[in-house]
């Protein structure tokens, strides 16, 4: 094994002399008066390799030894992750004792003693690789596959498998042959380097398939494909988090992963809290029991802040792997840019753009290319769909992490102040925004399939009402109320109808918070049909006090159960309204 | 400082820049504190035997004879509850002529709490003010910062809010305090009582401005040893961080770094996270809450100061001078609470939220309506309506110095309704219509 000395220390950047080879992306320790340190070498020049240090490095002296590892960042994988909180190392921080964190301490992500019921999925004589299945066991509601690990890209035979019964995560369940006849014994547990995607899969098709997200302003106007990537940029306060945790609880996902990057301990704690005490809307089982935490707060330190977004990305590939739909949500994306800018400046490189890395954009297409809907090598399919946030610095959509990111995701969710000021919920801009989905065959296709037939269409009319809408206020701002014809009072008026009943949503009502697709397609067709009919109008202060007391009925509508008696009580009482002033 | 025996001490420096100096001396550990020609100093990079150290204040005068002493541990401060009713200066030594104080010496800027062990915050703090207790409801274990001008009245009210919120200490960081305004926190402290419940590390303008980069992290350590140690409620109060980033600036663009926007480190998110992120609920009952100032230059919130706080603080407060009324109200559009839906109708009356939230969107209608008068457009009646309304909402509720609690806010707010709108105008849900609605 490769020794060092520490020589130079700036910040959480170490630099260590080093007496044999090291790799680029290498795991060492520090031994800090015997604290053991973790670091990532990120930079070799000569005989010094450059090393970001997951943890403070207060104390620290030059002449400090240093011990390689041989391996990169990984992640430790097997059953048992669900339902966990990690750090961005994923060390499990319900292991860890005391109040506060301490340094060098690391934790074991599984649990050795636990006992779990194997059922065999493979024979002995099935010719198998990396990512093929060899098992199953119950984790919580998941049949979580146990795998050839994804490292082993040679074909193998299957020697021997175990019978069904009770193993623990360190006993052998299966040996298998390479072509050479060396054996390989393996027990439930696999190491994958982060910063690589697993490639364990037959085909990556365009995703064809739409994920229902529970929001409106997403499935019905910019809907995200499952296997899909999208991304909400937005200043600070309006929304992004309240968005992402929204899609968390209601998302049609087997599985969610929420990687909380560099922000807020107490947003954190917030999905501790309430998860494991919030049903699945679909399932009726608790939030928790299908979701894993990778939790690096801002205050944490900020080499594992970057590595905590890969480790996330990492689990959701290996979950993908067993044919499950896997949502990831990474909020914010900006932070781990930071913590490279950070490490990139105190490296004194070339700085691109703002002083971020000249290589940003080439990063984070790379990560966001490794979501996908993914055909296996039995067929089977299994998606990641992503969805990450974007904190703009002064919330000017034209910085390096905002531009880099449209180029690698399909969906924008652009969150607009002004909206976010006038409280209009969720604030995503219904002009800006776009899903690319949305033109794509297939996709269009599958929405009017199961949705309605018109649907692709329908949704068009709504935008260009939307946009009509926002014409009309203007012309009214420039002209006044009285100096444009009427029609552009209730055109704009119109507008307001779709955005304050369809686009609004409140997250924080227990009702209005989550609407299934079929609830969706209710109610625009509902509210498509009212922006269709012509209403009489003797002037223009008609106008507003009608549109508010159709959207007051429809937002009740909203409060309401769906096909409740007040549902209809409500629903009752707006086609009454609307037949007092309909003409057509 | 006091020289002991074991301390490394050399004479010979390298390199002198404007707020450090280098030295050539081994064993230094990386964040150990020193002093050159007897000013305070910390190591903050360290290249083969070359050390370099941030002389808090500043270098002025320091010659390459120097004599450079180091102590072997980072900053440090002493912590019991002899701290209470102190001021000290941003190293944590006295100034108010008391004595030292004895007790158990802590590195400041400790390790950070595990997420998993904190606490959700859910203790609603009252302050009487509206403008925070009605739209932007502050809970204990947050971290909320005052976005304001230099020139508005921001020291005053973030004392009014200290002395109403029940909390058992309140920890002052100064920060380029103006002597004046030391003096006011000061008499201010003195004239409600509460000397006793009182902690205070200031830098004033007079001091080098290097020096306040100790003054959060002096005032959080004392904060979470009352926390952790005596279950104690407390209010951190932090006064000018835009001065504390001015700090951070000046030292890492004397040590060459490369500097991101505004000429701030790029590193400033980071650095301020983790005195924000120090705010926390405990399980056993205390919490550290913290209110901050972030001055503005020209109100401009796109600056790198303000936009990193913004995105780390769970909300900003800003004040207005309301010309309609001619006071000073908490602005209702661009402040926030993001603590505030876990407290609000769940320690508050159920129909907060909603009133809360009409009552802004009618106000939102009002500014509408003014821009249209402003541009000359005749005025619907619904136009008359809403003004009217914002001018008595100003008046009766926002104004900073109306001091009513809670459910009279509500109350008012509802017959403000009644007064200038239709129910379909007001369009709260039916429940809360029934109970609030009485005609
Ligand atoms: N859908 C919503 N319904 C009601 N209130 C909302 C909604 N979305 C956001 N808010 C309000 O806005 C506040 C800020 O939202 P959020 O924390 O999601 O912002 P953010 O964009 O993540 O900000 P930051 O970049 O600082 O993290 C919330 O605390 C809440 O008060
Ligand atoms: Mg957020």
């Avoid at chain 1, 490095?57 to 240093?66: A, E, M, N």
């Avoid at chain 1, 029991?289 to 205050?299: K, Q, V």
Wanted: glycine share 6%.
């Amino acid at each position: 094994m490769t020794k060092g000395i520490v020589k130079g220390i700036i910040a959480n950047l170490v630099m260590v002399e080093v007496d044999g080879p090291v790799s680029q992306n290498e795991i060492c320790y520090i031994d800090h008066k015997g604290v053991k340190l973790m670091a990532e070498v990120i930079k070799i020049l000569g005989k010094i390799a450059y090393t970001q240090v997951f943890e403070s490095t207060r104390g620290l002296t030059v002449g400090t030894p240093v011990e390689f590892t041989e391996h990169m960042l990984e992640v430790k994988l097997g059953p048992g992750m669900l339902s966990k909180n990690y750090d961005g190392l994923q060390d499990d921080l319900n292991k860890m004792d005391g109040l506060f964190l301490i340094r060098g301490e690391y934790t074991d992500p599984l649990d050795d003693d636990k006992v779990w019921r194997f059922t065999p999925l493979a024979k002995v004589g099935d010719v198998l690789t990396g990512g093929d299945w060899l098992g199953e066991v119950p984790e919580s509601w998941i049949a979580h596959k146990i795998m050839v690990p994804f490292v082993m890209e040679e074909q193998y035979t299957v020697k021997s498998i175990a019978a069904l019964g009770d193993y623990t995560i360190q006993d052998i369940i299966a040996v298998i042959t390479d072509k050479d006849g060396n054996e390989f014994k393996l027990n439930m547990i696999q190491r994958w380097p982060v910063k690589l995607p697993v490639r364990a899969y037959k085909q990556k098709p365009r995703p064809f398939r739409v994920m229902e997200t529970g929001v409106r302003t997403i499935d019905t106007l910019n809907p995200i494909a499952e296997g899909g990537t999208g991304f909400i940029p937005g200043p600070f306060g309006c929304g992004k988090t309240v968005l992402q945790h929204s899609i968390s609880k209601n998302a049609d996902a087997d599985l969610i992963i929420v990687a909380a990057c560099g922000e807020r301990a107490n947003e954190v704690v917030e999905l501790f809290v309430e998860f494991p005490e919030l049903d699945d809307p679909r399932t009726g089982r608790k939030l928790m029991e299908r979701t894993i935490i990778i939790c690096n707060t801002s205050n944490m330190p900020v080499a594992a802040r970057e590595a905590s977004v890969y480790t996330a990305m990492s689990i959701a590939e290996y979950y993908r792997t067993m044919g499950l739909k896997v949502l990831l949500l990474a909020d914010s994306t900006s932070r781990w840019a930071q913590a490279l800018r950070e490490m990139s400046n105190r490296m004194e490189e070339l700085p691109g753009p703002d002083g971020f890395p000249m290589d940003l954009p080439a990063i984070v297409s790379n990560f966001y290319a490794r979501a996908g809907f993914v055909y296996l090598n039995n067929d089977q399919t299994g998606s990641i769909t992503f969805i990450g946030t974007v904190s703009p610095a002064g919330g000017n959509l034209k910085e390096p992490v905002t531009e880099s990111t449209k180029k690698a995701a399909r969906c924008f969710y652009a969150l607009s102040q002004q909206r976010a000021d006038s409280k209009r919920y969720p604030a995503v801009d219904p002009m800006d925004s776009y899903s690319k989905y949305l033109e794509y065959e297939e996709v269009q296709e599958y929405l009017n399939k199961n949705v309605s037939p018109n649907w692709v269409s329908t949704v068009i009319r709504a935008k260009d009402i939307l946009l009509r809408g926002k014409e009309s206020y203007d012309q009214i701002n420039i002209l006044g109320d009285d100096g444009v014809p009427l029609s552009y009072h209730d055109k704009f008026w119109k507008s307001e109808l779709i955005d304050r009943v369809i686009l609004q949503q409140d997250g924080f009502d227990p009702v209005d918070q989550s609407t299934p697709m079929k609830r969706q397609r209710y109610m625009l067709e509902l509210i498509m049909s009212i922006c269709d009919a012509e209403f009489a109008f003797e002037t223009f202060e008609e106008v507003m006090p009608y549109y508010v007391q159709l959207i007051n009925i429809c937002r009740q509508m909203n409060y309401a159960e769906f096909d409740s008696p007040d549902f209809a009580k409500y629903e009752a009482n707006l086609q009454q309204t609307v037949a007092e002033r309909k003409v057509k | 400082m006091a020289t002991q025996a074991f301390q490394k001490i050399y004479t010979k420096l390298n390199q002198v820049t404007k707020a450090t100096c280098s030295v050539s001396a081994t064993g230094i550990g990386n964040e150990e504190l020193a002093t050159v020609s007897g000013r305070l100093a910390q190591v903050v990079k360290i290249m083969n035997d070359s050390v370099t150290l941030q002389i808090f204040a500043g270098t002025e005068g320091i010659g390459t004879d120097a004599e450079i002493i180091f102590f072997g541990k980072p900053p440090t401060l002493k912590v019991s509850e002899h701290l209470a009713g102190r001021f000290f200066d941003a190293y944590g030594d006295p100034i108010d002529g008391g004595p030292k104080v004895e007790g158990e010496e802590v590195e400041i800027g400790g390790p950070s709490v595990n997420p998993v062990r904190r606490k959700q915050p859910s203790e609603l703090i009252a302050t009487g003010i509206a403008g925070i207790d009605l739209n932007n409801t502050l809970v204990t274990g947050q971290k909320i910062p005052f976005f304001a001008d230099p020139d508005q009245p921001f020291n005053q009210v973030m004392a009014m809010v200290a002395l109403r919120a029940k909390a058992d200490k309140i920890i002052l960081g100064g920060m380029g305090l103006s002597n004046d305004d030391y003096l006011f926190f000061k008499h201010a402290f003195e004239n409600a009582g509460v000397m006793d419940r009182i902690i205070a590390f200031v830098n004033t303008t007079e001091n080098p401005p290097v020096e306040r980069l100790l003054v959060p992290n002096m005032a959080l350590t004392a904060a979470e040893y009352f926390a952790v140690e005596k279950n104690e409620k407390v209010l951190v109060l932090l006064t000018d961080m835009t001065l504390y980033c001015d700090a951070l600036s000046i030292v890492s663009n004397r040590m060459d770094q490369i500097p991101s926007k505004d000429s701030m480190p790029g590193s400033l998110y980071s650095e301020l996270a983790k005195l924000y992120e120090k705010a926390v609920q405990f399980p056993d009952g205390g919490s550290i809450t913290i209110i901050a100032v972030t001055t503005l230059s020209g109100g401009d919130i796109t600056h790198a100061i303000p936009d990193n706080t913004g995105y780390i603080t769970e909300g900003q407060l800003y004040l207005r001078r309301d010309t309609d009324i001619s006071k000073v109200i908490v602005d209702p559009f661009r402040s926030l609470s993001r603590l505030k839906q876990l407290v609000i109708g769940k320690k508050s009356r159920a129909d907060h939220p909603q009133v809360m939230n009409t009552a802004i969107r009618l106000y939102a209608d009002a500014a509408n309506a003014k821009t249209k008068m402003e541009n000359g457009f005749d005025l619907s009646d619904y136009d008359e309506r809403v003004l009217k309304f914002a001018t008595d909402y100003s008046m009766e509720i926002l104004a900073i110095d109306v001091n009513i609690d809670i459910d009279k806010m509500l109350d008012t707010t509802w017959d403000l309704f009644k007064k200038y709108f239709t129910k379909a105008e007001v369009g709260i849900k039916d429940e809360f219509m029934k109970i609030h609605w009485v005609e």
